[in-house]
């Protein structure tokens, strides 16, 4: 018999925030695998460690932060290839994703490669969303109004069109495109409207109307916007 694949969202940051039944299944693991950078660790690894048995059996899937595109199909096709070897020998393979495994996750393109072959189950955990939410201290959305959730990558018009289209946006994956961003807002007159925050709920979270966020943020940083009568932050 094979073993079965586990999707397991680790939450955004914070290791209380893993659901029961991820940490029941990391704390059982006997082969985990993970994304992470090819310097530094994995933050998804480091959510999970104190959970993490010894003597487990790791993958990590190395997909380099360059600012250039990167071949990182490549990475989880030979990430798949070892799973599989894994899964086919018996063992069930715990797969680590920050946040949710399903909304913006890396565990997708195993899924994609892995599924249809072996038993997979996907164990959903506490979004970044929330999470920023939570910190901001302002409702995501409220009533009829329109979420819409954005990657900050997506060009200036696309964005601006997306945005007056919707009451509450969340733009996810600001990074290197938070100045860009900013000056749209700005232009769009929302920036009162916009609160910032990197790394929720995590040792280092910082939390700032979008007028006082730093020159750069890191990958793990979010810019919410709500477009109601109430502005994002009230003293």
């Not at 992470?36 to 190395?62: C, K, L, N």
């Not at 899964?87 to 909304?103: K, M, R, T, W, Y």
């Not at 565990?107 to 910190?135: D, K």
């Not at 990958?219 to 109430?230: A, E, P, R, V």
């Amino acid at each position: 018999m094979t073993g079965t694949l586990y999707g397991v969202g680790v939450g955004p940051g914070d290791p209380e925030l893993m659901t029961l039944k991820a940490h029941r299944l990391i704390a059982a693991a006997k082969v985990i695998a993970y994304p992470a950078p090819d310097s530094g660790e994995s933050f998804a690894r480091a959510i999970a460690a104190d959970a993490v048995p010894e003597g487990a059996i790791d993958i990590p899937m190395i997909v380099p932060m360059r600012v250039a595109r990167f071949p990182a199909q490549d990475v989880y096709a030979r990430a798949a290839e070892t799973i599989a070897g894994h899964l086919d020998a018996g063992e069930d393979v715990v797969v680590l994703c920050e946040g949710d495994p399903f909304f913006y996750g890396s565990f997708m393109y195993l899924f994609a490669r892995l599924a249809h072959r072996y038993a997979t189950e996907i164990v959903p955990g506490v979004s970044s969303l929330g999470a920023c939410s939570a910190a901001l201290r302002r409702p995501l959305t409220a009533r009829n109004d329109v979420l819409t959730v954005l990657p900050g990558p997506l060009s200036d018009d696309d964005m601006r069109a997306r945005i007056e289209a919707a009451e509450a946006v969340a733009i996810m994956k600001v990074g290197r495109h938070l100045s860009r961003i900013r000056a749209l807002l700005n232009a769009m007159g929302l920036t009162a409207n916009a609160g910032y925050i990197e790394r929720a709920s995590g040792a280092e979270e910082t939390v700032l109307p979008l007028a006082d966020a730093p020159g750069t943020a890191p990958y793990f940083s979010m810019i919410l916007i709500y477009k109601g009568d109430d502005p994002w932050l009230t003293p």
